[in-house]
């Protein structure tokens, strides 16, 4: 399934606003992790229909990474509305991204 890339512009309406939970990645296009973790969310994706996957390019969206305290590719949140409900940094399997998103 592939991916949204957003922006400080639609960051509202695709993470805030969405109507389900959301799992937003923080990456960089240079980063081999970030590359790594990409099929990985990917196939969460598949697996876990009732969450919201989308990503944000951390160098080109510094004041959104910064928002967050980003310091660390790949950064993965997930959210519900604003509430940050858990942060994992650097790349994780399969299955324990989808272990986090049992809330």
């Known amino acids: 399934?592939?991916?949204?890339?957003?922006?400080?512009?639609?960051?509202?309406?695709?993470?805030?606003?969405a109507a389900q939970p959301v799992l937003l990645e923080f990456y960089a296009d240079g980063c081999s992790f970030c590359k790594a973790q990409l099929s990985v969310l990917e196939e969460?994706?598949?697996?876990?229909?009732?969450v919201k996957f989308v990503r944000v390019n951390g160098d080109k969206e510094r004041t959104l990474a910064g928002q967050f305290g980003v310091t660390v590719l790949p950064t993965m949140l997930i959210m519900n509305g604003e509430q940050i409900f858990r942060r994992i940094t650097?790349?994780?399997?399969?299955?324990?991204?989808?272990?986090?998103?049992?809330m």
């Open 1 to 17: 399934m592939e991916i949204k890339e957003i922006t400080g512009d639609n960051f509202q309406t695709e993470v805030t606003k």
């Open 90 to 102: 650097g790349y994780q399997s399969l299955e324990t991204i989808l272990s986090y998103l049992e």
């Open 44 to 50: 969460a994706a598949e697996e876990a229909c009732d």
